[in-house]
């Protein structure tokens, strides 16, 4: 019989998305809770990111009379992510579960007293095939004053974005020379700020928003948390896992878990040995995930004989590293840029091979692919002087004027003919020129023949959609013209080990690792190689920690 040193009904390993989730649903059932995060902040990747949730069917969705239901999200997701014998994170059994549970699991946080809302528009990345929603399914979090959690407040990992407006007023700022709405709202969220520091207020969006509300609800429901806490290994007996061995004051610490471990500790993404091995050509500089993110209880997991799968899979996320940005936790982003009107993404022999406006992970996982056969990585972001006129590249406002040192060390380039430009990119000129002209005959045609870049809701909705005739094409016809590199960055590991319908760890034979549950992107995708709409990521985390406390609480 092992011994402990302290013991709790449930311990989590990790502080990201469905780690809190799971924690009060273990507290309502009158459960003792311990959380484990390694790192000084609490949060994790989903605290940094846009705390979105892709939740079908929800109660938000019914609220304002957007159509949706448990078959139509079913057809969806079994149509984009179909049936493989490789990614079976993506049963259908798991999928099924997943939209039986997620909109159970936003009426529990919201009878929590945690303030969520749905983005008012954000299509699925799919929208164009059957199920399918062009309003899309997102759940977020309110706007939060993060000086409620009192002393915690320095323990919450802090957001990408700083400003005090929401994600969905964010989404609409970005037209703000075309769009009175858009001007209205910059307004209000000036008037919110100046009140907020009259009134002693900060608030925090997106993810930290998501996060701090969480945190603020653990704290008050007994919760007990405690950062820089490594779990080392997972303490096993009888082929049960029965807690975990953490450090204290320097020696180690014995944790007992009397109802079960859930293992919520991120992927990968600065493990560059096992990207090495599971995803060649991808590099941990070029990702945002939180510095936590290194994969060992992945291994630990594999140790005690956990199956594992769809490891190569990431989210994808393009980024473009501008001078000063290289070690950056969060990456200039370009997904908007060459969604844009007047701008493509060529290879470096100066062929367009995809459209720019789709997913993220489709993207990325373009370029890597491209890559195996043509030179992509990087691949050019190709854009005229209207581009540039009207919208923003990196952090920088539309207009002309740029970082002189982005120009003197190279990273954009300018010619005053695309013939010019393909020679500073050492790209055959003719192929460049064929190119843009091909894309520019689909622009005048007002349909993209190659990629069918715009067909889509999603697409357009990354666009301009004040841009006369399409959102998405703008012909690149006016120089001077300009480049900069992108890079298949990422924002999470999509692989690891793999679980059944209640979140339990199964071993390769299909059994069940007893006492213990995974959830997060330590786990393989339910949503298996796909990323059907934002928050694919967040909202399994949440779900599947959810469904993992619910489960062990359900033990005598």
């Known amino acids: 019989m092992e011994s402990f040193d302290e013991t709790f009904d449930f311990v989590v390993i990790g502080s990201g998305g469905g780690s809190m989730c799971s924690a009060l649903v273990a507290r309502e059932a009158g459960k003792s809770v311990l959380i484990l995060e390694k790192t000084p902040l609490i949060g994790g990747t989903t605290a940094r990111s846009g705390g979105v949730m892709w939740i079908p069917n929800n109660r938000f969705m019914k609220r304002d009379g957007v159509d949706d239901s448990f078959e139509k999200a079913t057809t969806y997701l079994d149509g984009v992510i179909g049936d493989s014998d490789d990614t079976p994170g993506a049963s259908r059994e798991r999928r099924h579960t997943y939209l039986r549970e997620g909109p159970q699991m936003v009426d529990f946080l919201v009878g929590q007293g945690i303030k969520l809302n749905r983005i008012s528009y954000w299509p699925d990345y799919y929208d164009d095939q059957p199920g399918g929603s062009e309003q899309g399914r997102t759940v977020v979090a309110e706007l939060f004053n993060i000086n409620e959690l009192g002393p915690w407040k320095t323990k919450l990992r802090p957001n990408f974005l700083s400003m005090m407006s929401t994600l969905d007023e964010m989404l609409k700022l970005r037209f703000l020379k075309q769009s009175w709405e858009s001007k209205k709202i910059a307004m209000g969220v000036a008037l919110r700020t100046i009140a907020a520091v ?40 009888n082929n049960v896992v029965t807690g975990v061995v953490t450090t204290k ?13 859930l293992v919520n500790a991120g992927g990968f993404s600065h493990n560059q040995d096992m990207r090495d091995k599971y995803q060649p050509g991808t590099s941990s500089k070029w990702t945002m995930t939180a510095e936590g993110d290194t994969g060992e209880m992945i291994l630990e997991m594999m140790r005690h004989g956990a199956a594992i799968a769809q490891m190569e899979e990431m989210v994808g996320n393009q980024i473009s ?38 997913s993220y992970m489709a993207y990325c996982r373009g370029m890597l692919e491209r890559n195996r056969t043509v030179p992509a990585i990087p691949s050019w972001a190709i854009m005229d002087s209207q581009f540039i006129k009207n919208y923003m590249l990196g952090n920088t406002m539309p ?23 393909a020679e500073m990119l050492k790209i055959p000129p003719a192929a460049l020129r064929g190119t843009v002209d091909r894309f520019n005959g689909f622009v005048a045609n007002n349909h993209d023949d190659d990629f069918k870049r715009g067909d889509r809701a999603y697409d357009r909705w990354l666009g301009d ?34 679980t059944d319908s209640q979140a339990r760890v199964l071993r390769e034979n299909g059994s069940v690792i007893e006492g213990l549950y995974a959830t997060g992107i330590s786990t393989a995708s339910v949503m298996g190689r796909v990323y059907p709409g934002a928050g694919s990521s967040v909202g399994p985390s949440f779900v599947w920690g959810y469904v993992a406390a619910k489960s062990a609480a359900a033990k005598p």
């Open 198 to 237: 009259l009134t002693g207020k900060r608030y925090v969006t997106a993810g930290a928003a998501l996060q701090g509300r969480m945190l603020q609800a653990a704290l008050k429901a007994g919760v007990e948390l405690r950062t820089e806490s490594a779990a080392s290994e997972l303490i096993v007996e």
């Open 249 to 261: 004051d320097g020696k180690p610490h014995r944790i007992g878990a009397r109802l079960g471990v």
């Open 321 to 358: 590293l501008a001078p000063g940005t290289e070690n950056d936790a969060v990456k200039p982003v370009v997904q908007g840029v060459t969604a844009a009107p007047h701008a493509i993404l060529v290879d470096q022999s100066g062929v367009r091979y995809m459209n720019e406006s789709g």
């Open 399 to 421: 207009g002309a004027k740029k970082p002189a040192k982005w120009f003197e060390e190279g990273y954009l380039r300018k010619a005053d003919t695309i013939e010019a430009l």
């Open 465 to 498: 959609k004040f841009h006369a005739k399409n959102a998405s094409l703008g012909a690149i016809s006016e120089g001077p013209f300009y480049a900069v590199p992108v890079l298949p960055g990422d924002v999470g590991t999509y692989g690891g080990v793999v």
